[in-house]
């Protein structure tokens, strides 16, 4: 029997490691008058006309109320911010999508309801299952993969990048970098190719190698 390829579920523990530290982050930025960190520029919304935008942002206000329980504090002259409303609304949807795919695709039961977070740790506790079906993992790996990036392009989160000694073992250019925060080494070299077929990096044009720290220390 083979020995089903971990990595990709490896990543997509990173991934949803991360939304679940930042999606409260998120849903807490929707607070009228709330402000950014000085340490987190907030991200400027989209240019628009005022009045198109402030409608636009009282339908999303209305439709994050019906859909996920969350209510502006009373009147505000501060609008919800509408790249923060579209990021959220994105992302509990895409949650909610992924959980009843690897579900159904696994045979299990369709989930009850649940808020993201807990959708996201009950898709994380499949992790072993989802290794298995290679299709299934490199699905999970590329949406949280861009459901965390989204989050965090939503927050302003820049990641801290550490540049790393030595050379790539796949393309031996230096183009390896360590991200502290995912505890992962990543090779930043957009032509580099690993020797295994069903690695990311050959279909993902996004996709860069990625060992996690206690690999990478073995490696």
Known sequence: ????????????????TQLLQQFPELSAELVPG??????????????????????EEREEALLLQQRHGLVALGHS????????????????????????AVRDRLGLPRARRAP????LRRIA?????????????????DETRRMARRCAR???????????????????SVSLRAFPDRGAVLCVNPACRCPEPDCGCH???????????????RA
């Open 1 to 16: 029997m083979p020995v089903p390829d971990e990595r990709p579920t490896t990543e997509a523990a990173l991934w949803i």
């Open 34 to 55: 709330r402000t950014t960190p000085a340490h987190r520029p907030a991200p400027s919304p989209p240019p628009a006309d005022l009045a198109a935008r402030l409608r």
């Open 77 to 100: 002259a501060a609008p919800l911010r509408l790249h923060i409303s579209d990021a959220l609304r994105d992302i509990s949807d895409g949650v909610v999508e992924l959980e009843e």
């Open 116 to 119: 993201v977070p807990e959708r």
């Open 125 to 141: 506790s499949l992790l072993d299952g989802i290794a298995a079906d290679p299709v299934l993992a490199a699905h999970v790996r």
């Open 154 to 172: 939503a927050l302003g989160d820049t990641e801290t990048v550490v540049r790393m000694p030595g050379r790539c073992p796949w393309c031996d």
């Open 203 to 217: 279909d993902d044009p996004a996709y860069r190698h990625t060992w996690d720290e206690g690999e990478w220390q």
